[in-house]
């Protein structure tokens, strides 16, 4: 199966997409002009504050704010500690199981305050594993495990790849590679460990062995009801090479390092870095196959001007504007690729540096392509079956939005708190009970 297929002459070099450069004194006006890709303000301040205050009931009956586990699934992640000294098997599915209503959250949550038009194509390595149901959602048919790598546009990246994660029916498996001082958030922190995330330091002499030590775990296998179909448990690993999101800072180091190195720089991403994807990969190549590719892009971000000064999609979607001002992204699109890690020269730190900034140039020029027609290129065409089983064909572009499959799915959340909640209220009637009887109350 080919592991890249793009649109013809998509991989020819392209001079950088500009708008006509402003003087300087109408540079100082740092881009007020721009218009907010999402639109103006739809809610009034009285409207917004209502709007955050609903928000919060939300988060503090669900949970708190970003990565943070909700509050009720706090409780179940600290009802669901001391199995780990019974047995871990059914300790980790607990854990799968707190991950999902994660998901779930962040799903309606998205759903209720931030819709969103979702833009989804691939290429030909992923032919027959999207598809559209008749009720208007996605469903994937990604593998059980696999390490996904992404650009990195704007801080909420992660909301979207977890939601694609839940049409895939793995939103419970998702592992994120984040910063080390998130860790000691309190409760975001507590939570996160439960969840099973890595945190890196960004020094690789003091990140290497917990690195080694936690994808050892995620080569594990165990055999909880959460545990999936194959040897190995599920997991889908995800890591942005870039190591940041793309704005002026970013945009400034990328400059720098690819002057340092010599090398062209990338017009509409960062020059991603390779040591830490690539010690995933020599660790996880005995247990994942595939490793898959999403490009991410937002409509509406204004263009770089020649000195790649200018906007970008952080400055405008952050969590406020999107989900209390009215003015998510008017679409997101994402274009999906996979590559078998046979194929990958994970033997070779150079070899695979110069594979891995291959792929980057691509995901450059599928933004170009982006940039230039409003679309990535789409996968439409058909693949034989074997033995008689149907054509596997393409999706084109599939039109979606985020959105949880049943209503009032997000109810799950609170059952076992509401559970636990029972259960103590039982044993304090039956304590109560015993007092009277004793005549010691």
């Known amino acids: 199966m080919p592991t890249t297929t793009i649109a013809d002459g ?69 009802m669901g500690a001391p199995l780990y000294f019974y047995s871990k098997d059914f300790f980790y599915a607990w854990m799968a199981m707190t991950k999902q209503q994660f998901g779930v959250v962040a799903t309606t949550m998205t759903y209720w305050w931030a819709p969103v038009k979702m833009r989804i194509s691939g290429d030909e390595s992923v032919r027959g594993q999207m598809r ?46 984040l910063k080390e001082s998130i860790k000691y958030i309190p409760i975001l ?19 290497k062995e917990r690195f080694h030590h936690r994808l050892r775990k995620l080569s594990a296998s165990h055999s909880g009801p959460m545990s999936g179909t194959s040897f190995f448990d599920p997991m889908w690993l995800l890591i942005f090479p870039e190591g940041t999101n793309l704005s002026s800072n970013g945009r400034t180091s990328s400059k720098k390092w690819a002057d340092k190195i010599g090398i062209e720089d990338m017009r509409h991403c960062l020059l991603p870095r390779s040591t830490g994807l690539l010690f995933c990969l020599q660790e996880l ?37 999107s989900y209390c001002q009215g003015r998510p992204p008017k679409s997101i699109s994402m274009h999906w690729r996979r590559f078998a890690t046979k194929d990958i020269p994970v033997h070779d730190e150079k070899e695979f540096t110069d594979w891995l900034l291959a ?17 990535f290129p789409a996968d439409t065409g058909a693949t034989p079956g074997i033995n008689d089983a149907k054509l596997l064909r393409g999706a084109g572009i599939i039109e979606t939005d985020v959105r949880p499959s049943k209503p009032l799915e997000f109810l799950q959340i609170i059952l076992p708190p509401a559970a636990l909640a029972l259960m103590i209220n039982v044993v304090w009637k039956f304590f109560n009970m015993v007092l009277k009887v004793l005549n010691i109350k």
């Not at 998509?10 to 999402?38: A, C, F, M, N, Y």
């Not at 792929?359 to 679309?375: C, F, I, N, P, S």
């Open 285 to 321: 190549k005995q247990t994942v196959d595939w490793v898959y590719d999403c490009t991410v892009a937002y409509e509406g971000v204004p263009k770089l001007t020649r000195d790649r000064r200018g906007k970008y999609g952080q400055d405008f979607f952050t969590l406020r504007s």
């Open 359 to 375: 792929r980057w140039r691509e995901k450059d020029d599928l933004l170009e392509h982006y940039v230039a027609t409003g679309d």
């Open 10 to 78: 998509l991989l020819q070099r392209h001079p950088p997409t500009s708008i006509p450069i402003h003087s300087t004194k109408e540079h100082d006006k740092k881009d007020t002009h721009v218009q907010h890709p999402g639109g103006a303000i739809k809610h009034s301040p009285w409207q917004q504050t209502i709007r955050m205050a609903l928000l919060a009931l939300y988060f503090h009956a669900c949970c708190f704010l970003s990565l943070i586990p909700t509050f009720s699934i706090a409780i179940s992640q600290f």
């Open 189 to 207: 922190g507590s939570g996160m460990m439960f969840y099973g995330f890595i945190f890196l330091s960004r020094k690789w002499s003091k990140d």
């Open 132 to 177: 559209k149901t008749p009720d208007g959602r996605l469903e994937c048919d990604f593998p059980e495990r696999m390490v996904l790598i992404s650009n990195h546009q704007i801080y909420t990246d992660w909301i979207y790849l977890w939601w694609v994660a839940y049409t895939s029916r793995m939103h419970g498996h998702i592992y994120i590679i």
